[in-house]
């Protein structure tokens, strides 16, 4: 049987520690509500013809009145619209689809996300959850 001294168990409980404050410091969870105003669906090869401005095989669309959206592409200057898009997959078609019924139906939505999860091409964040008003 191996003992292990009380100071290598004190190291690890502060290396673990520090492990765990420093990647809840370095994520970027953001959260904002606004209009959704234009929604997108792309194929897989959109790169391929409009690279940086779409997510391949996956939705996105942009929501007006952000104040922050951290590292999250916008446009139109300051007046508050943001990118946001929706990964390939069950859970993220199902995000998309709501997007989608307030887009049509003009209801307000509140989203979060982490402007650290990004498409790698077109640098739009992916959602985590969308909530409509």
Not at 53 to 74: E, L, R
């Amino acid at each position: 049987m191996r003992i292990v001294s009380k100071r290598k168990c004190l190291q690890f409980a502060l290396v673990s520690l520090l492990f765990v404050v420093s990647s809840t410091v370095s994520a970027a969870q953001r959260n904002g509500s606004g209009i959704v105003n234009a929604i997108a669906r792309n194929d897989d090869n959109c790169s391929t013809y409009y690279p940086g401005s779409c997510i391949n095989g996956g939705g996105w669309f942009t929501i007006s009145g952000f104040t922050s959206a951290g590292d999250c592409p916008g446009y139109g200057g300051s007046g508050g619209n943001i990118f946001l898009g929706v990964h390939n997959t069950t859970a993220g078609k199902q995000l998309f689809d709501l997007a989608k019924i307030s887009y049509v139906t003009g209801k307000s939505v509140i989203v979060y996300f982490d402007d650290t999860n990004k498409d790698p091409i077109s640098g739009i964040c992916y959602i985590s959850a969308l909530y409509a008003q």
